[in-house]
Every structure is written in structure tokens, then in C-alpha cells.
């Protein structure tokens, strides 16, 4: 069996490790590293941190998964990197709420959740999980300064988050400064090739470029993803437009969400934002997506289709294969009865003269839901008929004046004004 | 005996410890603390740091032993910090020429050089001396980002030297902004009192007291000096103005200078400059400088009195009363032998008619050094004629035709042009 480090060229594995990306710092030593990984069949290592202060995942947190998962597919190996050093230390000025600081114990148990999580993603093999705790624990003061003579305030405050707080006049604690250090130095101790992580994290990723340079190593390469829309995202002027997925915000998808849900949720996306999900999200190469694109395009592929094998591709990644195909079945029965057309028709039926009352089959016949008052019996004792989204199974009912929706069927449905 | 302590009335300490000082944060609290010491004749500890890079001191670097010898003597303790910590990291960046890192050993060595000469100053009884390796050495990089936690990066910009870089767009390593940070933490290790420093120092000094409020301690003192003018300075426009005292301008006084050198140096500064260095390096009391100023100002006292008895208080400082002694005897001697009246009379002399030399004791006469060949003659056998400055034995000595500079004991000098 040949090695999978062997089983795509560089160009193929850059072209799908960087799908969708939004920088890459630098194409051509990513290049060389993909080749020299290709001839020396050496994995190359793939840096990805996690904060461990929110275990609870959703799909926008998941690109960076997807993409890890990409590389690992080629062979390659990913070092998470747990940030317990700085989250067990928080925000000591106590002013972020969003960095309380963290017990060792949460520190693990969420490390342990947030595997848990990343693993019906990522292959357990090709991952391994550090904390960087083990040399910061041992940083001295000393160190720390000499870490921090590496860099200048001038260029800390060009990120833009500082540069902002710092014109506004918003406080920025000097330990502020210091964190990017401590996320580049990781870098220079993981030894990392590649590392990933949010375009808004492009500056932090950049230092841990530099510190390798300085230490001699061959600096790693910085490649950033964007911050995906939520469900309810839209195209406007050609451009995916949107709220970013967030749990506060409603329009996400929990990886610990239901199967059913995760399914569901997918589907009432717009096709616009499903050809975005495919590109960050699926585990599809390229080439099959442009496939599928191009299918949609010409007519042989329905859009709901092409909706659907995503929705189950995403279902059955965080459940099981079955579980999504079920899901899928359900959805389909579930939506099926409950689609309403967009545009029922409304008639008016007048009640005999002198009655108060009309039977339910006459009018299903007066309304053209049946040829006669014999066919609509039958589709009632066959348990076809349903008024106001209940089933009706008395063939005898009679309706008092009033609105009622009546389904005969799947398809067919009508609005009453009985007067 | 009274206790030191009680020697002197809050209001006195305050009047002689703050003699010529520049800031002083803040009055109130200050005088709080002296009447407390007072009432429980409980010293104050009187912090002071020092560099370990610099351990040859002049007479600039006194101007703070001096006024920590004022609060020594009113009993109050001296507790000395010697910032062997970041001293034995340097400026890591390298970019500082000025700030090699030292060796333990190199550290140490100083500040043997260091004590052996402010106890020259200082009561080695009322003299503690710290190392602030021994909290920072224990330091891990967790504590130093809890303590970079506590300060702004905007109010650090705020320093002189630093708005100044910043503005000018030199570089800044961000360590730097951690060395006033544990510069300050010195003090609440140390639970200083009162602080002092050069006047270049007061932006450091204040974060101290902040740092202290911060941990619920009185905040220390902060107690500025203005750094010593040179021996060349002058008084323009009602102000001493000047280069500092520094080596390299050669206008220093070395505190390891022999008592003649120091008394020398001493007596060739200005009236004005000598009252600036009374109020600064002076063991006398304020009352004391006022009467002998007063001295000056009614004609009772000479001026040069006044600038001998502090060339002698200074030399005895850094040598002995009889040293001081004789160095100004040595001087007054030295002076008198060798100062030439600004304006020396010139005179040409011929030879006589065919010769080509002429006797020395023909010329004293010719040139009325003496009323007679013979009381010239009196004059070089009592060793009181010196040519060209150096001392005449032999009576018939013969000069040839060139220029002389003739001394007949101590005031009467000529220049002759023998042709």
C-alpha cells in the first residue's frame, strides 16, 4: 500500500489544503515543504491551538477541524496545542470577562471534552494533544524577559485589536503584549511546519513565524480561515453575507446536536451559503464538488439533492452513517407532510339554507378535493385527509362555520371560509 | 542618651532631608510618616537603588548618599538595592552598548567596589544591602505576567524616554517595559518608606508607590535629586547652569581621588556652584549654611574660607580629617608658590657692549627684581629665586639672550627679553 504521503502530489495536496483559506504566508515555502514531505515521505507537522476555555463546539469552530482533517488525510500529522499556561492565568486584570481564569482540573476536563469533539473529525492517530503548561510552567521570569526583548512595542501595537484599543484610548495591560509571545514561542517548541487558525489570529501567527526565524528554525507556515457565516447568512452582490456563526446569535449548528437536528438545520440553508459549507466543510475533494456544482448547473443534480448529501455527509460525521441516512428519511417524511405550498387556494363554501352544520366530505367534494362525496369517504377511512394538521379519521364530522386548512393526500390542499 | 530619633523634630527631618531635592509625592504622607517614626522612634526604611554596572562613583552619584546620610543621621535605616537581577540579563536585544549583561562574580565584585565607597559616606550599622535576584531569581514567568497585568501599556508610553522613542519611531523592546514594573516591585519587596532617586528617575519611583498602594501597602515616599552640575558650571541669569558631572567631560570630582586632588578640584569652582554643592553634599545643617552664607554676605567671612572648608569636608569624607588638613596646606602652599599675577610686567634687557651672556643677579637688578646685585645675591642663597619655575642654587649663573620668567620670592615675578 503506498504511504498516503505518496498518494497526492504537493500541487494536489496545496490545492485542497488551501481551499477556501484567506492568507497564506508564504505559497512558495509551503511549496517546498509539500515537496520535501513528498520525497522524504516525512509528515509534516500541523499546528492548531485551542483555548480551553470554550469545550463546546460548533460547525464554525470546525473549519480549522475540516482543514486539520484535510491534511491528515495526505498524511500529514497534527499537534493540537492546549493553551492551559495562559488560561489558568486568565485575564489577571480581571477586566475581560470572556478570560476567567481556569483550575487545572477544567483545564483537563475541557481538554477532554474538546477531544471528545475533535475526534469525530480528526484521526486519533495522526493527532497528538500538548499542553503548554510543560515549558511554561518552567519559564522563569528570566526567560519571559528575555522572550519579551524579542519584539517591539511599535510592532505589537500594529495589531489591530490594539491598534484600536490604543487610539481609542482603551486600556491595554502590558501582559497583553506578552501572550502573542507566548503563542509564537509555542510554535518554536512544537516545532510546528504549518500552523492554522481564524484570520482574526493572522498577527499572533505571524509572531511565531519570526521567533522561528530568529531561532534558526525554518519559520512555519501561517494559514488563516475564515470566520464562517451562520445558517442564516445569504448571498448579496455575489458575496456570502452574514452574522458569523455563534451559539448567541441562534443561526449554528452544535457538533453535540441530534443527528435529526444537525440535519435539519443544514437543509434550510440557502443553495448559495451550501457551496460555501462544501468548500470549508466537507471532507468532498475538489474536483467532486466542482462535479456536483457543475451537475447542479446543467439540470442533472436538484439543488435539494446536492443540500441533502451535505446535510448527511455533516450528520454522519459527528453520529454515524445510518444515523444521518435516518435523519434523512425522517426529514423527508416529516417535511413532506408538513410542506405546505406557498400558495394555497381559499374558497368560500356557503352552508346549505337553513343548516348551522356541513359535513366534512361534502365539503372536501364542493372545495374539488374530491370527485364526489364516495372519494372523499375513501380518502378519509384511508387516512389521506387531514384538517387543520390533524388527521381525520371520522368520515361522518361535520364542519361549523369558520377557516379550516384541509389536506387530501400529499399534494393537494385547500383553504376553507365556510359562511 | 535620646534615641536619634527623637534628636530632632519631624519638622527638622523634613527641612534637612528634603534640602535641595527636586520632587517629593507627596508632603502630606511624608510628614505623616516622619511624626509616626517620631512618636514610636521606629525608623523609616530609606530605599535606593543601584546599578551594579557603574561602581566608580564621582561626586554626582553622592548628591544620594549625602541625603541618605541626612536620614541616617536622624537614625532612620538605609536599605540599599543592588539590581543584580536584570542587571545579569543586560538589554537582551544587544542594542544597548551601555547595558552589557554582567557575571555573578562581575555583580558581586561591584558591589564590594560599591560599599567599600559609600561607607565612606554612609553608617555601615544603618545600612542594609539587598540583591534583587533573590525574589526575581525565584520568579517564574507566571508571577512577571501577573505583575505586567497590573499596568497599562498607555501610561508606560507616558515615560519621557519612551514617548520620545515612540514618537520618533525607534525601536522599543517590550522588556523594556518591564523593568520599571520590577524596578516598582523592589519596593513592595522591600516595604520601603521613602524612595529615592535622580530626578530622571521619577517616572520609575511613582510606579513603585503604585504597586505598593496595589498590595495594600503605605505607598513609600518618592524623594527626587537634581543631578550635580560639573565643576565647570557657572551662574547665569540667577541659575547654575552647566554640563552634569560627568567623566567623560573631565568635570568631576572621582570619590577616589587622593584628598589633594579632591581639595584642588574643589576650590577651583565658582562662589555660586560652591552654595548649590553646600546644600546638596554639605554634612552641615540648613542653619549652619545659612550663617556662614550670611558670613560670606557681610564680609566676616571670606569666600575662599568658606569654598576651603568644604574642599576640607569633602576630602576628609573620602579620607581623613588630616589629610583634608594637609591637602589644603599642601594647596595654600602650592597656590601661593606657583599662582602668577594675571598681569606680569615684561622688560627688555641688553647685554652689555661685546658679551654674549649676562650674569643673573645683573639682571634681577636691571629688571628691579632687588635694589642691588647683592640683595640678588642674598635672594638665590634663601632659595627665593626660581627661573623659568624651577629654583635657582648657583649665584653666577650666566643667561643668554631669549625670554625669562624670573620669581624674587613670592609676589615679585618679571618676564625678561634678554638681546
Not at 56 to 73: E, I, M, N, S
Not at 134 to 148: D, P, V
Amino acid at each position: 500500500m503506498t504511504s498516503p504521503l505518496r498518494a497526492a502530489t504537493p500541487e494536489e495536496q496545496f490545492q485542497e489544503v488551501t481551499r477556501g483559506a484567506v492568507d497564506l504566508h508564504v505559497k512558495s515555502e509551503f511549496m517546498e515543504k509539500l515537496k520535501r514531505s513528498y520525497e522524504t515521505e516525512t509528515p509534516l507537522v500541523i499546528k492548531a491551538g485551542f483555548d480551553p476555555t470554550a469545550p463546546d463546539l460548533h460547525l464554525g469552530h470546525t473549519v480549522l477541524l475540516f482543514r486539520l482533517k484535510r491534511f491528515q488525510d495526505f498524511g500529514h500529522k497534527v499537534s493540537f496545542l492546549i493553551g492551559d499556561f495562559t488560561a489558568m492565568i486568565g485575564d489577571p486584570t480581571g477586566k475581560s470577562a470572556t478570560r476567567p481564569p481556569l483550575s487545572r482540573e477544567q483545564v483537563v476536563a475541557n481538554a477532554e471534552t474538546y477531544k471528545a469533539q475533535v475526534f469525530k473529525i480528526l484521526d486519533p492517530e495522526k493527532t497528538a494533544v500538548c499542553f503548554n503548561s510543560e515549558w511554561y510552567s518552567k519559564m522563569s521570569a528570566e526567560g519571559l524577559i528575555r522572550l519579551a526583548a524579542r519584539y517591539p512595542v511599535a510592532r505589537m501595537l500594529e495589531r489591530d485589536d490594539f491598534k484600536k484599543r490604543f487610539k481609542e484610548g482603551r486600556s491595554i495591560s502590558i501582559h497583553e503584549f506578552l501572550y502573542p509571545l507566548l503563542q509564537g514561542y509555542d510554535s518554536v517548541m512544537m516545532k510546528a511546519d504549518v500552523e492554522l487558525g481564524g484570520k482574526d489570529q493572522l498577527f499572533n501567527l505571524l509572531v511565531g513565524r519570526e521567533l522561528m526565524k530568529e531561532e534558526g528554525l525554518a519559520p512555519q507556515i501561517v494559514l488563516t480561515n475564515p470566520i464562517l457565516e451562520g445558517l442564516d447568512a445569504k448571498l448579496v452582490d455575489g458575496e456570502i453575507t452574514g452574522a458569523k456563526m455563534s451559539k448567541s446569535l441562534g443561526n449554528y449548528v452544535g457538533i453535540a446536536e441530534s443527528a435529526d437536528q444537525i440535519f435539519g438545520k443544514l437543509m434550510s440553508i440557502t443553495d448559495d451559503l451550501m457551496w460555501r459549507y462544501y468548500d470549508l466543510l466537507s471532507a468532498k475533494s475538489s474536483a467532486e464538488i466542482a462535479a456536483l456544482k457543475a451537475g447542479v448547473a446543467d439540470g442533472s443534480v436538484h439543488p435539494r439533492a446536492a443540500k441533502a448529501a451535505f446535510a448527511r455527509e455533516i450528520a454522519a460525521r459527528f453520529h454515524s452513517a445510518e444515523a444521518a441516512e435516518a435523519a434523512a428519511a425522517e426529514f423527508d417524511r416529516v417535511h413532506a407532510q408538513r410542506a405546505l405550498p406557498t400558495e394555497i387556494e381559499t374558497r368560500e363554501i356557503h352552508l346549505p339554507e337553513g343548516k348551522s352544520e356541513m359535513g366534512l366530505l361534502s365539503v372536501m367534494a364542493a372545495g374539488g378535493l374530491s370527485a364526489s362525496n364516495s372519494e372523499a369517504r375513501r380518502l378519509v377511512t384511508q387516512g389521506a385527509v387531514s384538517l387543520n394538521g390533524s388527521k381525520v379519521s371520522n368520515p361522518a364530522m361535520n364542519l361549523s362555520p369558520g377557516e379550516y386548512l384541509i389536506q387530501a393526500g400529499k399534494r393537494k390542499f385547500l383553504k376553507i371560509h365556510l359562511t
